[in-house]
């Protein structure tokens, strides 16, 4: 035992709570890294690891600082030498103070010592860890000995759930969970992925050309109109982003009757598996799209009406939404490159 330090017991361990736990994991540079994940920190923080490991507590006290060591067992190496662990805390600022980089079996540790009931006899944890007992005081551990008992819980059947959604279409909250929740309004429905689980859920034949006689009857006229009015701003609607998914359209159509395999980068940018990246050409096309519009209609005298997603229930997997709408037919091809031009007109 180190001086000045005194035996670990139930009666003189720090009190560690959950905000104590969570300001100093938080503010502490080893475990706000940005590639780590987390899991290595989780593995630590279990109880089935850290009760089984720790052994040897001392604590030491000087005014309101809290100074509490350990040695812990490594899991994988348990004849190993223990690795010495130290924690300091402020009791009066109810404060972790510091710790070293694999303070997270002890630190949790101890929130699980602070949390337990007070009992009237007093436990002393100075002694050799569960874990190091392994081969010579423990010839043998069991299976059921690796961790707690689970038992059994009773479940509530989603009472929780229709309470706190009831509470939400009350107060009218929109949030994340509404989302999946809440009823589809009807040109929502005709976005491929409601359809599909509309389909999966009414039939049992998922035939594919049962899946598209499905969608043909789903995709009434009326609906096609209401999306195409919805989707009116185009790229600046979510609802224009949702019915293209998984859908084949205009601009891809010509490269869908070329594609002859059935995992092309085709099907995965269809299907949103895909990043479409932005080339220079392209910004620009959409930076110019509604000056190169309005100067076609002033050339050539023409009324361009905006035109939203172009739905027919004859071919639902196929959709279309033009950059505008008039009696004749162009297309707005703009050269990236000055030298261009005259090959362009």
Known sequence: ??????????????????????????????????????VKMQKSAREGYGDDAIGYVQVKRTGDTCTVKCR??????????????????????REIMSGCKHAVAFLMWLHRRS????TTSIKCYWKKSKLAGIGTTLKMIKAKDFGTTRHDTQLNEGVFLDKLVSKLRELQVQCSLMQYISEKKEVEKLSIHYLICVFKKSCTDLHVDKFIAFCTNEMTESR?????????????????????????????????????????SLVEEVFGALKFKETAAVKRGKLLENDVRNEVSRVKNLKITNSGFFLNSKWPMIGASPDGLTTDCYRNKMSLQGKNVKSVL
């Not at 190993?80 to 009791?91: F, R």
């Not at 949390?115 to 007070?118: F, K, M, N, V």
């Not at 195409?228 to 790229?235: D, L, R």
């Open 115 to 118: 949390e337990e009931p007070s």
């Open 224 to 264: 096609c109109i209401e999306v195409k009015k919805a989707t009116m701003t185009q790229a600046d609607c979510n609802l224009w982003f949702e019915v293209r998914y998984g859908r084949i359209t205009a601009s891809k159509i010509h490269e869908a009757a070329q594609c002859k395999t059935k995992d092309s």
């Open 72 to 93: 812990i067992t490594p899991e994988h190496r348990v004849r190993s030498k223990p690795y010495h662990c130290s924690l300091e805390c402020d009791e009066k600022e």
């Open 1 to 38: 035992m180190d001086e000045q330090f005194e035996k670990g017991q139930s009666n003189n361990l720090p009190k560690i709570d959950g905000l104590m736990v969570a300001d100093y994991l938080s503010k502490n540079s080893d475990f706000v890294a940005a590639e780590m994940r987390g």
